[in-house]
């Protein structure tokens, strides 16, 4: 079981910065992909950024450039810091790990409560 504690939404105007932060806390044997998806009224949810557990990252295209994730493996925590922020960032983030409870057994997913980030124009 693991518990994840997601911090750092706000209000921010357009062209501001937020940085969200999401820990990892309980019982497992390894932390691997560590990432953000957001949801916006109406929308589908969709993925922003993943880093795996070698630090190798990916963006969606709406925002590279702006947006860049890391990850403390000590603290297993992972970070987005968001840059340039837009009107059309606006929606609930989720914080999503995969993680395995021992060495070859699968790997399991986990969710975030979720953070909301709204931008205003």
């Known amino acids: 079981q693991v518990q994840l504690v997601e911090s750092g939404g706000g209000l921010v105007q357009a062209g501001g910065s937020l940085r969200l932060s999401c820990a990892a806390s309980?019982?497992?044997?390894?932390?691997?992909?560590m990432g953000w998806y957001r949801q916006a009224p109406g929308k589908q949810r969709e993925l922003v950024a993943i880093?795996?557990?070698?630090?190798?990252?990916n963006y969606v295209d709406s925002v590279k450039g702006r947006f860049t994730l890391s990850r403390d493996n000590a603290k297993n925590t992972v970070y987005l810091q968001m840059n340039s922020l837009k009107p059309e960032d606006t929606a609930v983030y989720y914080c999503?790990?995969?993680?395995?409870?021992?060495?070859?057994?699968?790997?399991?997913?986990?969710w975030g409560q979720g953070t909301q980030v709204t931008v205003s124009s």
């Open positions: 309980g019982i497992f044997f390894s932390i691997n992909a």
């Open positions: 999503k790990v995969n993680r395995r409870d021992s060495r070859y057994g699968p790997v399991l997913a986990d």
């Open positions: 880093i795996s557990s070698d630090g190798s990252t």
